[in-house]
């Protein structure tokens, strides 16, 4: 399209300036199939002038109903099926790959803002971090072949490794990111050992080759000497650029082998709407109400055939009813379940309650709801004098339950007040009364008021993980250091290149639940790197600590502590209270104690009138019987007295201290 311009004399005139004013818009029209960008000049002051449109490219959608409905799964043997998982280190670009790979198969359109497409919560992308497991289908034509390729997205954080380990099972290879600036990281380690043990074909990506400080033939000699992969088999791409991306999609359909175990398995035959299955950790049975794929939004079909990973809607009443890594299989033909399976265990626990017990209800409402898609969280009832009514939350680690608790504030405009995190500790009894009352010799404690008392316990049991820290050798003297304060056992120590060592620690889980990520990446200037896993329980000397306010216990602030820890402990958390807790007419005994000992004590001042402010002289006599006087009627208070912990100073108590 043209417009001409009336010119007199070199400019126009003001008549013509005014007739030709326009304005040039960018717009967007969508259609029912199609989206078409468009420029539309439009005339600034005249509404009646006619409107010019041109056509600038009209893009096919990609998620159309008719595409939904058209897609013929019959059509992808197992021969012609991929499933893989893409795995790292956090932050090392598994969602930006995953991205590029949408793109690149057509299963979004390629734009400037595609970040993080499958990770859909709030949290996720604010934090940068992947935290619930994401699959989608791709499908990718080669060599005049189209493969169907299943894609799971996995987290990076430690505290979600099982659900790592649960998405590996349904795969038959992985992609391992490694970032060519930091190189190999703990977590890469575990997850490397997690596919190896699947016996999983491994395909080692190199990403982030564009940075400026990248050094991918230093990260290809770590992975040849830590894995023995050798140096060829490496990928070097930029995921955020799309460099060499188009390579990972041909090794991913060159060296994997044909999908055999899907997310939902299928060894023969088809899974159809209206069958019905069983769970095999349950023995439930369902009715398929809906099945379809991911790509990454849900598109229905009418089957699903063997080798294909997708999902299932069969009529689940609760999230704990669809456990990860579980069996499903046809009503009239029995299997066996498939190994590996079991279910994800809660490693820290805390209390939640609501600031206000008004709002019990409406938390309660938002707590269920968020655990329907999280059913690795562990909920019981719980109540406290000084909290009300809440519940004791069980969870994978520390990031989890932040996540948990900043998902509430987000998703439910929730305040909530969280207790100190402890650890499951288990318990032998001596006593036979309590074993007839358990049923069992053995218990695990979850909650610190519950620690039965040493007298009728023959031993005591903590939770033990094997720590994994890779750091440049020059941190090494200050994090063996931490470490040895922490009572870890050190297991071993190997370079895996000049400058970076890595070492294995036994720790008790109670000693890096808190703070020691924290205190790690302090002390290493953000080098280190840390993961851990279960490494079963051992004996330990611990102890229950109490926190008594003029000898009255507070049961919310009880702690499990070990004996050599006892004091520091019982003294820091004295201290504490004592900036908390304002004021009163008498005086605040702070006392943390063991068992019928107090090991450590801060005294709150009362306020006090002076009573001396009317005598202006006389015999000291009439002084000290005024005093005396006072005295009394403060201890008199004492005893009748209660101490009133407002809410504000359970909060700032329980906080996490910085270091």
């Known amino acids: ?210 940075l400026k400080n990248a050094d991918p033939e230093r990260v290809e000699k770590q992975i040849e000497k830590v894995f023995d992969i050798p140096t060829e088999e490496c990928i070097r791409i930029s995921a955020k650029l799309g460099t060499n991306v188009e390579q990972v999609l041909q090794e991913v359909v060159k060296r994997l082998p044909p999908g055999v175990v899907a997310n939902i398995a299928l060894f023969g035959g088809y899974l159809s709407k209206g069958d019905r299955i069983i769970s095999a950790y349950l023995g439930k049975s369902y009715e398929v109400n809906e099945l379809g794929l991911l790509r990454p939004d849900e598109h229905p079909t009418d089957r699903l055939y063997a080798g294909q990973v997708g999902y299932v809607i069969a009529g689940m009443k609760e999230v704990k009813e669809a456990q990860i890594g579980d069996t499903l299989y046809h009503q009239k033909h029995l299997v066996e379940a498939l190994p590996g399976f079991k279910p994800a265990k809660a490693m820290v626990f805390a209390g939640m309650y609501p600031m206000d017990q008004s709002d019990y209800s409406a938390l309660r409402s938002a707590v269920e709801k968020l655990t329907l898609n999280d059913s690795s969280v562990t909920v019981q009832r719980d109540s406290s004098l000084a909290l009300g009514a809440g519940w004791r939350l069980g969870f994978l680690g ?55 008392d040493r007298s009728v316990v023959k031993e005591y049991l903590e939770p033990m993980v094997m720590g994994t820290i890779i750091t440049p050798d020059d941190y090494i003297g200050k994090i063996m250091s931490i470490c040895l304060n922490r009572r870890a056992v050190q297991k071993n120590m190997v370079y895996i290149d000049d400058h970076r060592v890595m070492m294995k620690y036994l720790f008790p889980l109670n000693e890096i639940v ?29 102890i229950k600590m109490d926190i008594l306010l003029n ?81 009394e009627g403060k201890k008199k208070m004492r005893y009748i007295g209660t101490v009133q912990v407002p809410k504000d100073a359970f909060i700032n108590v329980l906080k996490r201290k910085d270091k």
């Open 398 to 452: 520390l990031l989890h339950m932040e996540v948990f608790n900043q998902r509430l504030e987000q998703e439910y405009n929730a305040s909530v007040i969280v207790t100190a995190p402890t650890v499951p500790y288990k318990a032998i009894l001596s006593s036979a009364k309590l074993i007839k009352e358990h049923g069992k010799e053995e218990i695990t404690i979850v909650n610190p008021a519950q620690f039965p």
């Open 1 to 210: 399209m043209q417009l001409s311009l009336i010119k007199h004399q070199g400019c126009a005139t003001p008549f013509l300036r005014h007739l030709l004013d326009f304005r040039v818009y960018q717009t967007r029209q969508r259609s029912q199939c199609c989206k078409i960008a468009c420029t539309v000049i439009r005339h600034r002051w005249m509404k009646r002038a006619p409107v010019f449109c041109t056509h600038n490219t009209t893009n096919k959608m990609i998620s159309t109903q008719a595409d939904k409905e058209n897609i013929d799964m019959s059509k992808f043997p197992v021969e012609r099926i991929r499933n893989f998982s893409i795995i790292a280190h956090i932050d090392h670009g598994k969602s930006t790959l995953a991205d590029r790979l949408l793109e690149l198969t057509g299963a979004i359109a390629t734009t400037d803002k595609n970040k993080q497409v499958l990770d859909k919560l709030q949290v996720e992308r604010e934090r940068g971090i992947t935290v619930k497991a994401q699959t989608a289908s791709l499908f990718y034509k080669y060599q005049g072949q189209t493969y169907l390729l299943n894609l799971i997205d996995t987290p990076g954080h430690v505290d979600f490794s099982y659900e790592v380990s649960r998405s590996i099972s349904a795969c038959q290879g992985v992609l391992l990111i490694v970032d060519a600036n930091q190189g190999i990281q703990a977590q890469t380690v575990a997850n490397f050992y997690l596919a190896f043990e699947a016996q999983l074909t491994i395909i080692p990506v190199i990403n982030k080759i564009d």
């Open 551 to 631: 000898g009255k216990p507070v049961e919310e602030l009880t702690t499990i502590v070990h004996k050599d820890r006892a004091y520091s402990a019982g003294k820091a958390m004295c201290e504490r209270l004592q900036d908390a807790i304002p004021r009163q007419m008498f005086e605040i005994a702070v006392q943390a104690a063991i068992g019928s000992k107090v090991i450590a004590r801060e005294t709150i001042k009362a306020y006090k009138k002076n009573v001396l402010a009317k005598c202006y002289g006389g015999d000291i006599t009439r002084k000290m019987k005024l005093l005396k006087k006072q005295a």
């Open 514 to 542: 808190v703070d020691f990520y924290d205190l790690l990446k302090s002390m290493s200037s953000g080098y280190a790197s840390f993961d851990y896993e279960d490494a079963g329980y051992q004996p330990a000397h611990v």
